[in-house]
């Protein structure tokens, strides 16, 4: 009965023992994943484009293979992420247009434009390091094909984020120019990156069931609380502040304390009037409408090579 495959299912959560596709899950936790993967899916892929701004001017060669590779493996990224959505039993497509259509989300942060090359090293530093601390927790989540797609990616992920380290690094020990870029990519970055946790922990509506369902393994709150404490240490080390004039060690408590977030700025672009939230979706739909020739001619191939098998 669904009372006996209920009770199968909490046990498992209880015991942390995965979920996998093909067990009962109830339709809520179902849905709740393909919201949250397929987000997590386009991320990816949205967050491919304000790299790619800059492949074409990296300062150096060298620089420009390794921003290469990582926004490839960004597209990679999403493609795992859509095929654990798929093991739910939606379809790519569907969830893609949705995207393209703006009825499901991205991440906010995607919605900031790049100036310059100083965005691109503290992109990969913040950004991917703000998405480390997320998607290492993340590796732990109940729903198994989600969980195991978390472990590559974020092999990869503290590749990213080490290359922007790099980066950063080389501009915050160049001339007082590049260490100006520097400080001004930092200064309009901070803030977008602290909200890539969502909002906190008082008005996050998924959280509580996440957490009861070990999808979320760490609050909104914590998940930001545990990046700045990482984070604060490299900014120092490198010379540089955060626009934050309430951040300081709380000796106490242990932790690094911050100002308050400005919330109605998060609203304001998860609801699709941030400064980019126009360009980036015209840039994808753009790129859907003039691959559908890629798409007729691979299924053309398809089914031409089935019916020789046949
Ligand atoms: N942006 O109740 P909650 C990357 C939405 S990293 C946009 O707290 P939840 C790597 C939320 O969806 C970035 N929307 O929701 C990379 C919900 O709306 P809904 C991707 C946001 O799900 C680096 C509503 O607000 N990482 O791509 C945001 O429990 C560099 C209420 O929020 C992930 O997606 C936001 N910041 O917690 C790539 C991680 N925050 O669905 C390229 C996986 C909240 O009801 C270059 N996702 N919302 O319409 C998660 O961990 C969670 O979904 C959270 C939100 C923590 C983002």
Not at 42 to 62: D, F, I, K, Q, Y
Not at 133 to 160: D, T
Not at 241 to 248: I, N, R, V
Request: hydrophobic share 40%.
């Amino acid at each position: 009965t669904d009372a006996q495959y209920q009770q199968h299912f909490d046990d498992k959560i209880a015991a942390d023992t995965s979920i996998e596709a093909k067990d009962w899950m109830p339709e809520a936790y179902r849905q709740n994943l393909i919201r949250q993967i397929g987000q997590h899916a386009h991320s990816e892929v949205v967050g491919m484009l304000p790299e790619a701004n800059w492949l074409t001017r990296a300062p150096t060669l060298r620089r420009k293979a390794v921003l290469l590779a990582k926004v490839q493996d960004e597209a990679g990224h999403g493609l795992y992420l859509y095929s654990a959505a798929e093991t739910l039993g939606c379809s790519r497509q569907d969830i893609y247009q949705k995207m393209l259509d703006g009825k499901m989300k991205y991440s906010s942060i995607f919605n900031y434009p790049t100036l310059n090359w100083a965005d691109i090293g503290v992109i990969g530093w913040l950004v991917d390091g703000a998405a480390i601390v997320n998607q290492v927790a993340l590796c732990r989540a109940s729903y198994g094909p989600y969980a195991r797609a978390m472990v590559k990616i974020c092999k990869e992920e503290s590749f990213h984020q080490r290359q922007g380290y790099e980066a950063v690094m080389a501009m915050a020990n160049g001339s007082e120019q590049q260490q100006a870029m520097l400080q001004d990519a930092i200064n309009r970055f901070w803030w977008p990156v602290l909200m890539m946790f969502g909002p906190s922990d008082t008005d996050s509506p998924h959280s509580a069931q996440s957490m009861a369902w070990k999808i979320k393994r760490h609050s909104n709150d914590e998940l930001r609380q545990k990046f700045v404490d990482n984070t604060v240490p490299q900014l120092e080390a490198l010379g540089m502040t955060a626009p934050d004039a309430d951040l300081a060690w709380d000796e106490a408590a242990g932790h690094y304390r911050f100002g308050e977030i400005d919330w109605s700025e998060l609203h304001e672009v998860i609801k699709g009037r941030g400064q980019c939230n126009h360009e980036r979706l015209q840039a994808k739909r753009r790129a859907w409408d003039e691959g559908a020739w890629v798409r007729e001619g691979a299924l053309a191939h398809a089914s031409k090579n089935t019916s020789t098998a046949a």
